[in-house]
């Protein structure tokens, strides 16, 4: 078979470049790690700025400041979120909270006028996703799922194929997420207070990839293994779609997985590496005539979702057509069937 090496999707326009998008100032709610990740790749990627970031500290919140953005940056550090959302110089709000608060700090920045970009999982269910969104359509301001994958170049590409209908018919989608944590039982992994769970923190990976390259599924089975505490340690899915087709996914927080993701058809199939949902690499296999080789990109990957923020809002846009209000709802239905198959239910639910 003949080798082919298929070209950067930064390169050829598949995929735009974060870079080229309009400048915005972003507020960061959050000083945890997630933050740092997105503070870092806003500052050295894309033509925004992080103009504030909000802790319960505000120690803490000039500490990040300090040590995460560049020297001598005008950053302005809150002691609270209150005042954060409040900023009129502020465009948009990175919420990096536990998913346990997603709702009420998302409900925080839009009920300010605030632009969102909210972490996933968005929040702990659809019920909550729809409530973010009914009061942002009501405020008339933008909210994203920062579900970083979905704007990455390499999916773009892989998305670019599929659209081609060279794989034939799909019939597989497998995915796998899964990490080993040793973690106490108040950790936000274990914690129910804090939906922990392997579901919502990894496996809304695995699903929320499913979804993207196929839609709500017609049927759902789960299979889980349960923590001490309550909460899913390990989730096996298998989600029906019309006709022949099926996705194959797992997640678990007891140990590492291969962490890759698979799309197989009648005609050929795409492989994407370990770390399927960062930038990695693939190979498309078209059967008995040629495999062609995607490169990883020099990217750090949060900046492609900030950049398609900073374009909507520019745009004066309330959803992202990449990953719609909807899809967020849908993939938080996905996981409320899968949780209540397994028998995991938070609190105050």
Known sequence: MRHITIPSALTTGVAPRPQDAPAIRWGILGAGWISESFAQAVTERTASTIAAVASRDSAKAQTFIDSHLPKDSPATAYGSYEELVGDESLDAIYIGTPHSHHRDHALLAIRAGKHVLVEKAFTRNAAEAREVFDAAKEAGVFVL??????????????????????????????????????VGPEHRLLNPDLAGGALLDLGVYPIAFAHDLLGHPEAITARGVLTDTGVDGQVSMIFDYPGRTQAL????????????ASIVGTKGRIDIAEAFYRPTSFVHTTYGVSTATYEQDDVLGLEFEAAEVARCVSEGRTASDRMPWQSSIEVMEIMDEVRAQIGVRYPNE
């Open 145 to 182: 799922e920062a579900m970083w994958t979905r704007f990455l170049p390499h999916i773009a590409q892989v998305r670019h194929i599929l659209e081609s209908r060279v794989l034939g018919d799909i019939i597989v989608v497998s995915a796998d997420h899964g990490q080993a944590f040793t």
């Open 249 to 260: 996914l797992h997640t678990t927080q007891w140990g590492q997985t291969p962490t890759v």
